[in-house]
């Protein structure tokens, strides 16, 4: 069975500092996807990124990047330079990519920025 | 549609009647996913579509719960003798396949479902 934990449950940060998620997952299946999502206070899961087991390429995207390691199997998610519009809850996901495509998530990690 | 749509979007319902949740996902997606949040907590999976046929309702908590879907279109979540303990956000999620079939989940704004 696949289990994704995010051991971090609440983070706060004062405005401008860079923040780390950590996201570490289970699975025996050597190909798998891999998901961050945010859910902001309206409730509404936003899709972030998308990474698959194959590229272990780092990404980074404007003040976001994520650093994937599957020696540690971890998914880590940065964002740097914080702002207030950050506040969220951000989820890590996993889903395979043969047999049952089931988005199996992580309890979450709620980040608050504060001002 | 242009994005997922869940109606109703809030429910307040007495213990013991049954409820229907209903999600429209966007045109054209085949998967359609619900899962079940509770105040504070993680996405817990309930059921998954492919077209009209469910290859996974492992998630679904008890007999009380069932779903079907239409086609390629509406999918329909009833609880039956709703329990205080269903209260939760249920929200519905829909995909399309690309390549391997992994898919990008596109989530609704949910059904906030409150049994007094």
């Known amino acids: 069975a696949q289990k994704v934990t995010q051991a971090q449950t609440e983070i706060s940060v004062v405005e401008k500092e860079d923040v780390t998620l950590d996201c570490v997952y289970e699975t025996r299946d050597t190909t798998y996807y891999l998901f961050w999502y945010k859910q902001p206070p309206s409730g509404e899961l936003v899709f972030l990124i998308r990474?698959?087991?194959?590229?272990?390429q780092n990404e980074i995207s404007g003040r976001y990047s994520w650093n994937f390691q599957k020696s540690t199997s971890s998914f880590n998610f940065t964002i740097t330079a914080s702002q207030v519009v950050d506040s969220a809850v951000y989820f890590c996901?996993?889903?395979?990519?043969?047999?049952?495509?089931?988005?199996?998530f992580g309890q979450g990690t709620r980040l608050t920025i504060n001002p | 549609g242009a994005g997922v749509s869940q109606s109703p979007s809030n429910k307040v319902t007495e213990k013991g009647k049954d409820v229907e949740l209903r999600c429209d996902p966007i045109s054209g997606h085949t998967a359609l996913y619900w899962y079940r949040q509770r105040l504070g907590q993680g996405l817990e999976f309930l059921i998954y579509f492919q077209g009209n046929s469910a290859p996974d309702k492992s998630g679904l908590p008890s007999d009380r719960f069932s779903a079907e879907r239409t086609g390629e279109s509406v999918s329909t979540l009833t609880i039956q003798r709703t329990q205080q303990e269903d209260s939760a956000v249920y929200l519905c999620a829909s995909s399309f396949p690309r390549g391997g079939g992994a898919n990008v989940l596109t989530f609704g704004a949910g059904s906030r479902l409150t049994v007094l």
């Open positions: 996901a996993l889903m395979l990519i043969q047999g049952a495509q089931k988005l199996v």
């Open positions: 990474r698959n087991s194959f590229d272990e």
